[in-house]
């Protein structure tokens, strides 16, 4: 049976060819590209949060509050900047339909 911490790794090859394709597409609203990026940001950032947590508290991540809320708040910035950007594409499209 495969852990979920590989199936946790391997899914991030699918999501780096996801973030390949629409950083070449010129209709990804620019702002909501980086949301998608900041998705990595939240990876790159609880991953070492994960481990300390298991080092220096013998826990798992989400019972270190502190350190889970660190983490977690990189997700909602890139959140916040998907649906401002994808916002801001709708607003853009209406306008030019009118």
């Known amino acids: 049976m495969i852990s979920k911490e ?13 973030l390949w394709f629409i950083s070449r597409s010129p209709q990804m609203p620019r702002l909501a590209l980086y949301g998608f990026y900041g998705t990595l940001v939240f990876v790159a950032i609880t991953i070492p949060a994960g481990i300390y947590a298991q080092l ?4 798992s991540l989400a019972n270190v509050d502190w350190l889970h809320g660190g983490a977690e708040l990189f997700l909602t910035l890139s959140n916040i900047l998907l649906v401002i ?6 607003r853009q499209l209406k306008m030019n339909s009118q």
């Open 6 to 18: 590989t199936l946790f790794a391997l899914s991030l090859f699918p999501y780096l060819g996801f």
């Open 56 to 59: 220096h508290y013998g826990e």
């Open 85 to 90: 950007g994808f916002g801001q594409a709708i």
